[in-house]
Structure formats: structure tokens, C-alpha cells
């Protein structure tokens, strides 16, 4: 099943309110996927500097780290994952030294994005990353009920596979295999087994050849089989995508203040305002796509 | 409403779905009309499914799924839109939506009226037989595959392969049809056909506001009723 949340603010003043927001979506949304969750949050960036979003095992010592990287490195830790601010221009030097150290793996990166996801019950992952205390501009977010691949914190949602770009899928993709191959030969290296992660590697791979966010939506129509609801996170936009034949089920709302999805309804009833926001079911194999710079 | 009419109020921010329906589940077929007010439903599922009884539900604020499912003799009215699967295999009686309601709207429903004021999302009708279903705004694709019987009137758009597969109901849509399903096919308007949608015109309150004669009736052309002589070769 799997229920998926996005928000994306255009009231600054609710910026301090996403990750409470966000929380008390993901926790309506547990009933269809109480399996595992995780969730992306764009925060606060600084030019010139990388955020690089790490995941250990529990009581791993992130501190750490800090020397082992050098240059300025400076690690929030939050539970299993933590977060690794270096300047931009120091990242890949970063990577190569935190690919020495065993048990950690990078999970994200980006100027903005942070990433958690863990295997659970999705408000007790929520809160132990202390989502509710999370300040940001949009985030998305998604409770898992596996069906392709196993329940791990690696298949977990969101999957990140670009510089602040992050994907949480509802469905399941029928010709992933096929994908995979053609998106390897590319250069890209597959974390999992998992299909979503396939859907978010093209949706990269084809803003890498330079398409938008909004337009790279419209070739995954051409390209992916299957069933999908996606919403899909950039540095500055939210991207939403159903399949053809609107298989998994969605809807929106949108104010003066925010842009809102869910899987259900339920979900967005908690939302300041909602009684009066445009309320409606996202059109079949139409993207819909909101962009920070452009509003 | 009659001085004796009843009414309770149900605040679903205090109580839950199931104990609103074992309420109403209480309820029989002779017991007094009633009038049941229903706030905060806030989206959630299941709520007033299985009414057997000839009450009134009001219910103030959007639903989620199966919302009037399986309905007897009740009268129910969303104040709002309504998740999946409103009033599926209802049996009689009456809902009415103010908003839009999601997929598989009044799907298999045998019998009484579904009355959406906003648009329908895919598959409307799915399977209907029996129900009249009346949508004010435009429908979602797939919609009135395999109907079977009763009426499906839409004021606005339908989406891609209407009435697929459909067997006897009657579809009439006053504007543009995407593509019609397999077998479905526009059909002549007889007299009958406009006085059964001015019918559906006084439920909708628009009766003398519209002329039947802007829809166009669709039903089936009865070609995948019986195996085709031409296909014999095929085993």
C-alpha cells in the first residue's frame, strides 16, 4: 500500500512549522505503511557548502568524524543518521575519506536537503529524529508497506540519487529491470534492489541531460511502466506524478500558504486553513510541479 | 422534518467511526425517522457504511473511503468531498456530496441515488446495477465499465473509455467524451431517454434550467453479448 506526504511552502512564516507539519502527515499516514519510513526536509543551506546526510548503526560516535574528514567539517548527529557540513568545494575529498571509515554510508547530499529513513513504525522514526523540531521550506515524507524488496532502512523511502533531489513512490514498477541496465551503462550504481530507486536514477539522469524537474516528470510518463504516485523534491521545486491510469491513490490542497499532498485526505485534515483551501485529486499522468524561484 | 423527528450529534473528534456506526447499525428499518449530525470526520473512513435504516445523516466536513457503502433506505449528506468508493454497492436511499468524490464512486451499487455537485474522479460506476448516479461535473476515465444497470448522468466531461464492457445502464453526457470503451457506442435520444434525464434534472435541483436535448446518450451496442461465429478459428 504505502502513503506518501509533501509540503512545500510559500508562506515564510510557516517555515519553522514544516517538520511539525510534516510529522503529524507522516503519523495519519502509518495505517498504509507501518513498516518503515523516512522523509526529506529542505533547511536551511549556506552557499559554498555541502550537506551530506550520513547513516551509521545505533550509538555510532558521529563526532568523530569531524577529523577524520578535516577542512572545516563541522556533524549534527540525530539518532542513526547525521548530518556533514563541509564546504562544497571539499565534498568529494570528504566522500573519499568517509569511504575509508567502515559502517558509514553517505545517504544524501545537497546545499538544502537532509534525509532520514529507518525501519519502523513511521512516528517513532519521525521522533527520533526530532522531525517535529525541523524548520525548512518543503519536505516529503512516506510510510512504507514493502512489496518489491525487503524491509530494510535501505529500501526505505525517500530515495536520493542527485544533488538535493529526493523521490517517494507509491506503486510498483513493472520494467525497473530494464532501466537499471540502461541507467548502469550510464554510470549510475545502485544502492538496492528496490524499483523506486530506479524511478528517482532517471528522474536524475534525465535533469543531468538538462531537462527541468517538470520535464523530466513528462519522459517518465514515456518510460515508465507500471503503477506511481511519485512526489519528487528539488533544491527549489515540488513535483507531483501519477501513472496513466491513476492506480494509487492521491490528493492535494493548496492555499495562500502551502502546497500540500497525501495519500488520503486524512492526511492533510490537520493542516492550518484546510477548510477553505482548493482541494483536489491530482489528474492522471499530468505533472504538477511548483517552483520556488519561479513563484 | 416532522416535530418528532430525532436528532443526535456525533463528534468524531471525541468519538470513533464505529461507535457512530454500531449506533446507526442499532437502527432498524421501523424505528423513527431520525436526523444524525456528524462533525469533524476529518477524511476518515467507513463513515455511515451500512445504514439499514430510513435516517437522515448529515455530515459536516469531507470523508475518506466507503463513505455510505452498502447503504439501505438512509439519506446521507457530505458537507465537503469524499474518498474512494462512495456509496459502493449501495442498495437504496440517497447521498449526496457537495465536493468532488475520488475513484470507484456508487461502484456496484444496485439501487438509490448518488448525487455528486463537484466532479468524479476515474471509474464511476464501476459495475453499477442499478444505482442512478448524478455528477454535476465531469468524470475520470474507466468510467461505467461493465455497468449493468441503472443511470449515469453527467452534466460536464467524461475521460478516456466510457462505459467499457458495459452491459444495460444508460449514460448520458452533456459534454465531450474522451473515447468510449469497447463496445459502448452513442445511441439515439427517444423521448423515454429525456424524460428519464428530467427525471435526473429535478433531483438535481436544475430541473427547466437545462435542455435534455444538450446530452447524448451512450449504452451498449451488445456486440460482446455472444460469441462471434467469426472468431471459430481462433480454437
Known sequence: ?295 | MNASTQSHAFDLSSSTVRELNSALHALKEGSNASLWRVTNPRGLHAIAAGVDAPVTVEVDGPVGYYCGGMNKHATIHIRGSAGVGVAQNMMSGFVHIEGDASQAAGATAHGGTLLIEGNAAARCGISMKGVDIIVKGSIGHMSAFMAQAGTLTVFGDAGEALGDSIYEARLYVRGSVKSLGSDCVEKEMRDEHKAQLFERFKTAGVDGQIDPGEFKRYGSARNLYHFHVDNAGAY
Open chain 1, 1 to 295: 500500500m504505502c502513503g506518501i506526504v509533501g509540503l512545500f511552502l510559500k508562506d515564510k512564516s510557516l517555515e519553522p512549522k514544516l517538520g511539525e507539519m510534516l510529522s503529524e502527515m507522516l503519523d495519519v499516514m502509518c495505517g498504509r505503511g507501518p513498516d518503515s519510513a523516512g522523509f526529506a526536509v529542505y533547511g536551511a543551506g549556506e552557499k559554498g557548502k555541502v550537506k551530506l546526510t550520513l547513516r551509521a548503526v545505533e550509538g555510532y560516535d558521529f563526532k568523530a568524524l569531524e577529523k577524520v574528514v578535516g577542512n572545516g567539517a563541522s556533524i549534527v548527529e540525530r539518532s542513526t543518521h547525521a548530518v556533514l557540513t563541509v564546504d562544497a568545494a571539499k565534498e568529494a575529498e570528504a566522500r573519499a575519506a568517509l569511504a575509508t571509515v567502515e559502517g558509514v554510508s553517505v545517504v544524501g547530499a545537497g546545499e538544502r536537503m537532509e534525509l532520514y529513513k529507518e525501519v519502523g513504525l513511521p512516528i517513532d522514526v519521525a521522533r527520533r529524529f526530532k522531525l517535529e523540531q525541523m524548520s525548512g521550506t518543503h519536505g516529503i515524507g512516506h510510510t512504507r508497506m514493502a512489496t518489491e524488496s525487503a524491509v530494510t532502512t535501505n529500501g526505505a523511502h525517500p530515495f536520493s540519487t542527485g544533488t538535493d533531489q529526493c523521490l517517494v513512490h507509491n506503486g510498483s514498477l513493472s520494467n525497473h529491470r530494464g532501466l537499471r541496465r540502461v541507467l548502469e551503462r550510464q554510470g549510475f550504481k545502485a544502492e538496492t534492489d528496490n524499483d523506486s530507486e530506479i524511478a528517482a536514477a532517471y528522474i536524475s539522469q534525465r535533469m543531468k541531460d538538462g531537462r527541468s524537474l517538470g520535464e523530466a516528470l513528462e519522459d517518465s510518463l514515456d518510460d515508465l511502466d507500471g503503477f506511481y504516485t511519485f512526489v519528487v523534491g528539488t533544491e527549489t521545486g515540488f513535483g507531483v506524478l501519477r501513472d496513466p491510469i491513476a492506480c494509487k491513490p492521491a490528493v492535494m490542497a493548496e492555499t495562500d500558504q502551502y502546497v500540500a499532498f497525501g495519500s488520503e485526505y486524512r492526511a492533510l485534515a490537520g493542516l492550518p486553513g484546510i477548510e477553505t483551501a482548493k482541494v483536489w485529486e491530482p489528474e492522471p499522468a499530468k505533472v504538477y510541479f511548483w517552483d520556488r524561484k519561479a513563484a
